[in-house]
């Protein structure tokens, strides 16, 4: 039996799904338990399991994933087969899904209002499509790298405000956006829409995602065909992918959607979360943002993006875009923390508003999980490398 230390984020109610290594080993797939790794491999004796990916597992589709789930409950809790267990401080982790397709949403009512001021300031901050379709633009899947991963600061055009044309050089505002990413685990065909109603049957789970965005290419770059290079430098995730079936007890209504949406996106039971996201700066807290306040839902991204007819495919990830609650401090990104750098926050002693060289972003989160217990999604952590 594996020993669960008390309180510990990652009990039996959890049971998130990432790819390990251990010294002169291949990548293959692990289920975490308490400061466990459990290789699925070994322990259940599956091929699919022995894979750099978690693709092949998770396109074998709803069914199996809950079978697979209740085998892993009654194995962790009987005897673990030797050499299947490996201590959490041992292993390496890996990107955990092949992404196919990235796209990234922009559903928080907060940050978007803020943006809007921020970034238009003399136009109404939301515009008038954003309260009848979640908006979102299509990514750099080949860019999407897992947590720990260093992060170059992106070259580009920018001009800053004054100067009347543009110059190449290092950003000089490079931000994160803190963020919940859903992994598609079954796809659908092209020509056909997802219902609603098919999202917990075909997203397999959730990962944290920091959107690293250089603010300033993204001002010079972005009209009128949205963000490009500002943001497809690098997309950090969490290396756990918590399963959508440990969500459960997180589930709450979204806030209330007025106008009611179109019937595609009308949500036959409720798939807002209540998982609560913490930021931390150099290794301090600085906010905590609350997903509860997202004003769509994934479940109604997930429609919305399959709703002319595109395909979707295993291993497609659709951020929700930057968390923001409704109070300063838990906004999800610097450019709304510090209003466009005009109110620096003090981090240990310094004033910043913007990340510097070596500086180190780390978001966090929890869930309220079966049986009154917490559940974690572990962290997604990265480092700012000067600019080559
Ligand atoms: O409003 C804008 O022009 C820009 C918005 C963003 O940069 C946000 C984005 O990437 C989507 C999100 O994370 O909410
Ligand atoms: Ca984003
Ligand atoms: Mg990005």
């Given at each position: 039996?594996?020993?669960?230390?008390?309180?510990?984020?990652?009990?039996?109610?959890?049971?998130?799904?990432?790819?390990?290594?251990?010294?002169?080993?291949?990548?293959?797939?692990?289920?975490?338990?308490?400061?466990?790794?459990?290789?699925?491999?070994?322990?259940?004796?599956?091929?699919?399991?022995?894979?750099?990916?978690?693709?092949?597992?998770?396109?074998?589709?709803?069914?199996?994933?809950?079978?697979?789930?209740?085998?892993?409950?009654?194995?962790?809790?009987?005897?673990?087969?030797?050499?299947?267990?490996?201590?959490?401080?041992?292993?390496?982790?890996?990107?955990?899904?092949?992404?196919?397709?990235?796209?990234?949403?922009?559903?928080?009512?907060?940050?978007?209002?803020?943006?809007?001021?921020?970034?238009?300031?003399?136009?109404?901050?939301?515009?008038?499509?954003?309260?009848?379709?979640?908006?979102?633009?299509?990514g750099r899947?080949g860019t999407?790298v897992?947590?720990?991963t260093d992060v170059v600061r992106p070259s580009g055009q920018r001009r800053a405000?004054?100067e009347?044309a543009p110059t190449f050089g290092p950003c000089r505002r490079l931000d994160v956006?803190?963020?919940?990413?859903?992994?598609?685990?079954?796809?659908?065909?092209?020509?056909?829409?997802?219902?609603?109603?098919?999202?917990?049957?075909?997203?397999?789970?959730?990962?944290?995602?920091?959107d690293w965005s250089a603010r300033d290419i993204q001002a010079w770059e972005y009209?009128?065909?949205?963000p490009f290079l500002g943001k497809s430098f690098a997309t950090s995730?969490?290396?756990?992918?918590?399963?959508?079936?440990?969500?459960?007890?997180?589930?709450?209504?979204?806030?209330?959607?007025?106008?009611?949406?179109?019937?595609?996106?009308?949500?036959?039971?409720?798939?807002?979360?209540?998982?609560?996201?913490?930021?931390?700066?150099?290794?301090?807290?600085?906010?905590?943002?609350?997903?509860?306040?997202?004003?769509?839902?994934?479940?109604?991204?997930?429609?919305?993006?399959?709703?002319?007819?595109?395909?979707?495919?295993?291993?497609?990830?659709?951020?929700?875009?930057?968390?923001?609650?409704?109070?300063?401090?838990?906004?999800?990104?610097f450019v709304?923390?510090?209003?466009?750098g005009?109110?620096?926050?003090?981090?240990?002693?310094?004033?910043?508003t913007f990340l510097e060289d070596g500086d180190?972003?780390?978001?966090?989160?929890?869930?309220?999980?079966?049986?009154?217990?917490?559940?974690?999604?572990?962290?997604?952590?990265g480092r700012v490398l000067p600019a080559c």
């Amino acid at each position: 039996m594996i020993d669960i230390p008390d309180g510990s984020l990652f009990g039996l109610a959890n049971l998130p799904y990432g790819v390990f290594s251990t010294p002169g080993s291949a990548p293959r797939v692990g289920v975490r338990v308490g400061d466990s790794v459990v290789d699925l491999a070994v322990a259940l004796g599956e091929e699919v399991f022995a894979r750099p990916s978690l693709n092949a597992f998770m396109a074998q589709g709803h069914d199996r994933w809950v079978r697979v789930r209740q085998q892993i409950t009654e194995l962790v809790s009987g005897e673990v087969p030797d050499g299947a267990v490996h201590p959490v401080a041992e292993v390496r982790m890996h990107l955990p899904v092949e992404v196919a397709d990235y796209v990234d949403f922009y559903a928080s009512e907060h940050h978007a209002t803020n943006l809007g001021r921020l970034f238009r300031p003399d136009s109404e901050p939301l515009m008038p499509n954003w309260k009848h379709l979640p908006v979102g633009y299509h990514g750099r899947a080949g860019t999407v790298v897992v947590s720990g991963t260093d992060v170059v600061r992106p070259s580009g055009q920018r001009r800053a405000p004054g100067e009347d044309a543009p110059t190449f050089g290092p950003c000089r505002r490079l931000d994160v956006e803190a963020e919940l990413g859903f992994v598609v685990g079954t796809g659908s065909e092209l020509g056909t829409a997802v219902p609603i109603a098919e999202f917990a049957t075909r997203v397999f789970g959730a990962v944290l995602v920091n959107d690293w965005s250089a603010r300033d290419i993204q001002a010079w770059e972005y009209v009128p065909l949205g963000p490009f290079l500002g943001k497809s430098f690098a997309t950090s995730v969490s290396p756990w992918v918590v399963p959508l079936l440990a969500l459960e007890q997180a589930r709450v209504a979204t806030p209330a959607q007025i106008p009611e949406p179109l019937p595609y996106l009308e949500e036959p039971e409720p798939w807002g979360l209540d998982i609560d996201l913490a930021v931390s700066w150099n290794g301090h807290e600085i906010s905590r943002p609350p997903y509860r306040e997202m004003y769509w839902s994934p479940a109604q991204m997930l429609a919305h993006l399959t709703v002319n007819g595109a395909a979707s495919r295993t291993g497609d990830l659709y951020a929700s875009g930057t968390v923001s609650g409704p109070e300063k401090h838990q906004r999800g990104a610097f450019v709304e923390l510090t209003w466009g750098g005009a109110e620096p926050v003090r981090i240990g002693g310094q004033e910043r508003t913007f990340l510097e060289d070596g500086d180190e972003v780390t978001i966090t989160a929890t869930a309220p999980g079966a049986d009154g217990t917490r559940i974690g999604f572990g962290e997604v952590t990265g480092r700012v490398l000067p600019a080559c």
